[in-house]
């Protein structure tokens, strides 16, 4: 009797941190472990995925593509340093990788078939399951800040077109004129896809032509961050993929393609050929594989990247980072412009597949 009270000591001296320390995530049945304020920040970025193989860059270029994402990164962290909110991180980094020409997403988005840039964005708050999408956009210089405002300032997920558009001017975000999003290269990158596909068209019908235009992509933005009240959030922002057709979706702005972000789980922003990661639903897929198999999250993000995407024929890859701020990254691209905070708190900035 004396040894069954003592072992009932211990367990409830054992049991009462798990329960100081649990925390509900707002749904029944999930109990998160997690100290109300989180030690641990994280946050990574990428600048889409693609055929980038070392020499396929100048030593400039590279110089380019590595200062600014190292630029991004630091901006992000140091927000959420300064306990600002992982929305506000992700807004803040894809801004900077939205107004640079560097990236497809903001200036410097690819144009579509009929010579336009029409941009895609999405975000999502992992505390509250909010979600905010905006798509085929003309006069938004950031969309990820209409797509924000969407989540935040209206009943809705998701705006498209001149309706967001609108919704923009009176939310006082800022529109610029189409003409701002135009670059040479993309420019050239579009002519150089029409006259290919004429001469393949030719030749041997369309199949290959949409293999052409899927290689032919690079740049969309994107970011996951965990912040100190231990939330995790997502963002993506993109121009799509080069000669896309007018009207044309990606997966950017479908949340649970693109982006997705719960507390219970990860944060997941992806970059690709848009159309696999819809069928495939690739950012909630990983998350339910932490939630129903619970697997860590580099293993959740390789199955979705490796296996399933791999097996169906598309490529991309994905950023993601779990509640404990540990980050999953994988892409069957040949490379993928990414940049991470370490452990030590520094940045790092990788491109290629082997480092
Ligand atoms: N996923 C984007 C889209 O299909 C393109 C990209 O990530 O490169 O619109």
Redesign the pocket.
């Known amino acids: 009797m004396k040894r069954f009270a003592s072992l009932l000591v211990v367990i409830a001296l054992l049991a009462v941190p798990i329960v100081v320390t649990a925390q509900k995530t707002g749904r029944p049945g999930v109990l998160q472990l997690q100290s109300p304020q989180n030690p641990r920040l994280g946050f990574v970025i990428h600048g889409?995925?693609?055929v980038i193989t070392r020499g396929s860059l100048t030593p400039e270029q590279e110089k380019e593509y590595r200062a600014k994402l190292e630029e991004a990164v630091l901006a992000g962290y140091k927000a959420l340093k300064e306990g600002k909110s992982g929305l506000d991180a992700i807004e803040i980094a894809i801004r900077i990788m939205e107004d640079s020409p560097l990236f497809?997403a903001g200036k410097g988005a690819v144009f579509t078939a009929d010579g336009k840039n029409e941009l895609?964005a999405s975000i999502m708050d992992g505390k509250s399951l909010n979600a905010g999408a905006v798509a085929g956009l003309h006069r938004v210089k950031n969309p990820i800040t209409l797509a924000r405002a969407v989540m935040e300032k209206s009943p809705h997920v998701m705006m498209i077109g001149e309706g967001a558009e609108k919704f923009a001017e009176e939310q006082k975000i800022e529109l610029v004129d189409p003409k701002y999003f135009f670059t040479q290269r993309r420019w050239d990158s579009l002519q150089r896809i029409i006259k290919e596909e004429q001469d393949k068209a030719k030749k041997e019908g369309s199949a290959s032509v949409t293999r052409e235009l899927a290689e032919n992509?690079?740049?969309?933005v994107g970011a996951v961050a965990l912040d100190k009240d231990g939330n995790l959030a997502s963002g993506t922002s993109?121009g799509?993929?080069t000669y896309?057709k007018y009207g044309r979706v990606?997966?950017?702005p479908v949340i649970g393609a693109?982006t997705y972000a719960d507390n219970a789980t990860c944060a997941v922003s992806?970059?690709?050929?848009?159309?696999f990661?819809i069928r495939l639903t690739v950012a909630r897929d990983i998350a339910s594989l932490m939630e129903y198999r619970a697997l860590p999250v580099q293993q959740a993000a390789d199955t979705v990247i490796q296996q399933k995407l791999q097996k169906a024929g598309g490529d991309?890859g994905v950023i993601a980072i779990d509640k404990f701020g540990n980050i999953g990254i994988s892409f069957n691209s040949e490379g993928m412009y990414r940049a991470y905070i370490d452990k030590e708190g520094k940045p790092v900035v990788e491109i290629y597949k082997q480092q």
């Open positions: 889409g995925a693609g497809n895609d992509r690079f740049g969309t993109t799509g993929m896309k990606g997966d950017v693109g992806a970059t690709g050929w848009g159309e990661f991309g």
